[in-house]
């Protein structure tokens, strides 16, 4: 019938930081636990750091800056979500003629 | 080296420095000017409440045991702090808005103000929380004596032994909690001098650790990499042994959960919370702040496994490096960092679990003891809870200091930290079915926390007694009873397993199949169901309140006398008169809005929480089953609005579909019409031509008398076959038009459509002889018998032969028919080699009055009507067959006249 309401730019962007608020806490799940995790225990070291220490401190840091990134872009005051509405078809209105 | 007395009166000092520190803040606080104490900033600080002595010292150890495995314990709050905007943002809110004062609470709250939930919570807690106390006096004294031990001769309280240090650090904790934290019964249950001390000690353990490890770092060693090189000298492994395995994920799992569960978190996350904002400073700053605790973490354990002596305990490198050193200041420094984790979390965890002592036991005693309240005065209740906080608080302390005494020479407490984590880890699925799944019956969360709780304490707690009781340790050998499969370490012969993981994995399946399946089984009642809609869509905008008078039995006398048992009389007065709500002898026919109940219950449920405030209502009958069943009926108007939105937008959608269908339809009736005054203006046009040449002919006639016989006769002869045409015209419209309306007769039998077809040809060979045409009648077919008239099919034939002889105008004009049995239908093809129909006639060729123009503008027009193929069309159709224009044998048209067989025999 009709094509899906615009939803309005501002609220987009709020939606997909919404979803990076719970994405990057996933993803870094995934990347702290094995087997993932198991690729850097392997006896090596970097800058006389054994390789693992240096990753997971590496991931750490990284979700910090993350974190301070999703604190200033998710939104402040907590509204409620917008009930949809019907849209209301112009096209489909009896013809006059 | 430093003398105990005076590490003892370093100790004392400190913790007079928190008293004063408490105390200014309270003050501040009452002067209204709490805004730095309420900024993000001190909210942040207060959370690190979860780096206890267990991590302050333990970390290092169990680096130094262990490797890696003490950063799982920092991961997992970092996780959850980091995606607080789902699950913290949700409880923080929820709380707020239900005064909710612990995480008992919270879950009878959910689970229909249940009490034997808030009573099995709590007690739980205390099971689980008591050891952990314990372990931190542990440290206290161990940490006293090592900073102290070299020398002691001299000193007065160089005698004092650890049994007596962490008695004596237990009263002090006592002491400072009891005045700190239950200064009042306060909304929410808020302790700002308290959170002002705790937020200085993690400032202080974070420091101090930072400055042990530079000291280590950079100052004994060259960098990083440098205490790396010096171990692996000493003949150490720098890289985890194993791979990193379940155990990791374990506790990966038990951390996040711990971050949520633990009593202490709780409270301090989610009650001391003054502002739901502060989550988003928090969501970065708190895992900054455990980032930053165990950076030094692994180099002062490397470091203090190359250079201290062999036997040293790891657990206490955070002290014996600066002291080996020489560098007593800092050990004195690392001394009071590790005192603060400790006392912090004594002081928080004291509170969080005498709140709910007093709120979840001792009151819902108190209440079942019959109608004390009006001997108890104003805020009666309110004393009655402070003083068995109070009570509850030195009860606490004591019994982790009993446990501390009674087992405190063995080594059982070293994995306290985690069993704790793993008890409490038991109200974690509880607490998501609460924020997330409606469905969640109290029934579920009573048998999931049960035997969770059950399962963990057979699997984790029972085990840690291996070492200090012969019992024990044989049952953990071999089972009760000589049950193999029940042993604690290998329960159901799962072996192989470490301990913390097999444990974790029995207990939280058991759990959560208990809640899922419980819950699935059992009936909410109303006050469960109005409660999980409340928790579960908190984030909804309407929550459907709206103001109704109850009838439920209490006067507004009786409710302002319970409000001010509890929250006093200045604090009900101006509930009360905030409301208009008369009271006094005038007041007594005046009903009170459930809305105001409700918000007087939140009131009071923030001071005593949600399954005692609802008791007490219902005591005096405010709250009372009338009032709850309007509740659902408040509920139910608010889904019959929602089901009436729903039918209009069906119905709009409805109207939607109708307004287009009849668009389509008048579209329709558009082009009838066009078509019909396209038929009119044809037919009149068809029937002019005629007319006008009989009428000019006639004129002549008329008007020249003397015209010679020849001419005349030619003059008559035009007329007649003029009107002859007109006649054939008119008859066509009339067939036309009676085929169309299904009038006229119609002689439909058996009949066989060869013989009619032969019939055609013989009326067709006069024409095609005329023409010199030769028309050829291939494969003949033995019988086609089909269901039709004979001579309206003998009519389409003619008709299309004759087309197809009238239009051939090739050099040796060919016809060709040929007729098949075919798949149960009788075809009949009949082509020629003319011009053929051009591309633009395919879709219209059957069309009322169309005829062919022929391409070159030279060409006669056609003398055809331009009805015969539409009512041959028609009539094939009436006998259910089909004419069409497909693509023949010769390359002129083809047409294909396709009609079903039938069974019976031709008459």
């Known amino acids: 019938m009709s094509a899906p309401r615009p939803v309005p730019a501002r609220t987009e962007v709020r939606r997909r930081w919404q979803d990076a608020g719970f994405v990057i806490p996933a993803f870094a799940a995934l990347l702290l636990t094995p087997p993932f995790l198991n690729l850097f225990a392997v006896r090596r070291l970097l800058f006389g750091i054994p390789l693992e220490v240096a990753y997971l401190f590496t991931i750490w840091t990284a979700l910090v800056l993350c974190a301070v990134v999703l604190s200033r872009r998710l939104p402040r005051q907590i509204d409620p979500e917008p009930v949809d509405s019907p849209p209301i078809d112009k096209s489909a209105e009896p013809d006059k003629s | 080296m430093l003398s105990p007395d005076f590490v003892i009166l370093t100790a004392v000092a400190y913790v007079g420095l928190l008293f004063v520190i408490a105390y200014f803040s309270d003050a501040q606080t009452r002067r209204g000017k709490a805004g730095f104490l309420r900024s993000p900033l001190v909210y942040t600080l207060s959370i690190s409440v979860y780096c206890t002595s267990w991590t302050f010292y333990g970390a290092v150890g169990t680096a130094a045991r262990d490797g890696l495995e003490f950063m799982a314990v920092y991961m997992g709050p970092t996780l959850v702090f980091v995606g607080w905007w789902f699950l913290l943002r949700k409880l923080v809110w929820v709380c707020h808005s239900q005064g909710i004062t612990s995480i008992a609470d919270l879950l009878s709250s959910r689970f229909g103000k249940s009490s034997s939930l808030a009573v099995l919570v709590t007690l739980i807690a205390m099971v689980t929380i008591t050891p952990y106390i314990a372990l931190q006096l542990k440290a206290i004294a161990t940490s006293i004596q090592t900073v102290s031990s070299a020398r002691g001769h001299g000193d007065r309280l160089a005698g004092l032994d650890d049994v007596s240090l962490a008695l004596g650090a237990a009263v002090g904790m006592a002491l400072f909690s009891i005045f700190f934290g239950t200064r009042n019964v306060d909304v929410r249950e808020q302790h700002l001098g308290v959170v002002a001390a705790i937020a200085f000690e993690a400032a202080v353990k974070l420091l101090a650790l930072i400055a042990v490890g530079l000291f280590v770092v950079f100052g004994m060693s060259g960098g990083f990499g440098d205490v790396y090189a010096r171990a692996v000298e000493a003949g150490f492994d720098i890289h985890e042994r194993e791979p990193f395995g379940s155990r990791w994920i374990a506790i990966l799992i038990l951390s996040s959960s711990a971050i949520l569960c633990l009593p202490r978190q709780f409270h301090i996350t989610v009650i001391e919370n003054s502002n739901e904002e502060h989550l988003r400073t928090a969501g970065w700053a708190f895992p900054a702040y455990l980032l930053l605790m165990s950076t030094f973490t692994l180099p002062i354990a490397y470091y203090g496994l190359a250079t201290m002596p062999a036997g040293s305990n790891p657990d206490m490198f955070v002290l014996t490096l600066p002291m080996a050193a020489g560098q007593d200041g800092l050990a004195l420094f690392a001394f009071i960092g590790g005192f603060s984790s400790a006392t912090s979390m004594i002081i928080i965890a004291s509170i969080a679990l005498s709140i709910m002592v007093s709120n979840h036991i001792v009151l819902p005693l108190a209440l079942s003891r019959g109608d004390k309240l009006v001997e108890t005065g104003e805020k009666g209740i309110a004393r009655l809870l402070l003083r068995s906080r ?143 809609g409340v928790f579960v869509d908190i984030f909804r905008a309407d929550q459907g309140a709206q103001t109704r008078v109850i009838r439920g039995s209490a006067t507004t006398d009786e409710i302002f006398f319970v409000a001010e048992r509890v929250l006093g009389w200045h604090r009900a007065q101006t509930l009360f008169e905030a409301a208009n709500i008369p009271r006094g002898d005038h007041a007594l026919d005046v009903a009170v809005s ?314």
């Open chain 2, 390 to 532: 109070r009570i509850s608080i030195a009860v606490i302390l004591l019994m982790g200091f009993l446990y501390f005494w009674l087992t405190g020479e063995s080594d059982a407490l070293a994995p306290i930290g985690l069993i704790s984590f793993a008890g409490v880890a038991q109200f974690l699925p509880a607490l998501l079915a609460a924020l997330y799944w409606r469905q969640a019956h109290v029934y579920g969360a009573l048998s999931g926390i049960l035997i969770g709780t059950a399962t963990w304490a057979w699997t984790l707690f029972l085990p840690s007694f291996t070492s200090s009781s012969l019992t024990i340790a044989s049952l953990v050998a071999h089972g009760p009873w000589g049950l193999t499969a029940l042993r604690p370490e290998a329960l159901f012969g799962m072996e192989g397993l470490d301990p913390l993981v097999h444990s974790v994995f029995w207990s939280l399946f058991f759990n959560v199949t208990a809640l899922i399946f419980v819950s699935l089984l059992a009936k909410q009642n109303i006050m469960e169901r109005v409660q999980s």
């Open chain 2, 594 to 907: 459930s809305e105001f109940i409700a918000r007087l219950e939140r009131e009071l449920a923030s001071s005593i929480g949600a399954a005692s405030a609802h008791v007490l209502l219902t005591k005096v009958g405010a709250d009372d089953r009338i009032s709850l069943e309007e509740v659902m009926q408040i509920a139910g108007e608010t889904q019959q609005a929602i089901e009436y939105s729903h039918e209009l937008e069906e119905k709009s959608h409805k109207l939607r579909l109708t307004a287009q269908q009849l668009q389509e339809a008048n579209a329709r009736l558009h082009e009838l019409h066009r078509q019909k005054d396209d038929f009119l203006s044809q037919v009149s046009h068809e029937v002019r031509t005629p007319m006008t040449s009989i009428r000019s002919i006639s004129q002549i006639l008329l008007r020249e008398r003397d015209l010679d016989p020849d001419r005349r006769s030619r003059f008559i002869q035009t007329i007649h076959q003029e009107s002859a045409r007109l006649t054939r015209l008119l008859d066509g419209i009339l067939d036309m038009s009676a085929l169309e309306h299904g009038e006229g007769t119609w002689d439909i039998r058996p009949i066989d459509g060869e013989t009619v077809l032969a019939r055609a040809f013989i009326v067709c060979e006069a024409l095609a002889r005329q023409h010199a045409i030769a028309v050829e009648h291939h494969p003949q077919v033995p019988d086609a018998q089909i269901l039709g008239d004979p001579d309206r099919l003998c009519q389409v034939f003619i008709n299309i032969i004759a087309n197809a002889i009238a239009h051939n105008d090739a050099k040796a004009p060919v016809v060709q028919v040929l007729s098949r049995v075919e798949g149960g239908k009788y075809v009949v093809d009949i082509a020629d080699n003319g011009k053929g129909i051009s591309a633009e006639y395919h879709s219209n060729i059957f069309d009322k009055f169309m005829r062919v123009q022929p391409s070159d503008a030279g060409a006669a027009v056609p003398s055809g009507l331009g009805l015969g193929l539409n009512i041959s069309y028609t009539i094939i159709q009436k006998m259910n067959g089909r004419l069409e224009l497909v693509d023949g044998p010769l390359e002129g048209a083809c047409f294909r006249i396709t009609l079903p067989l039938s069974e019976d025999e031709p008459a």
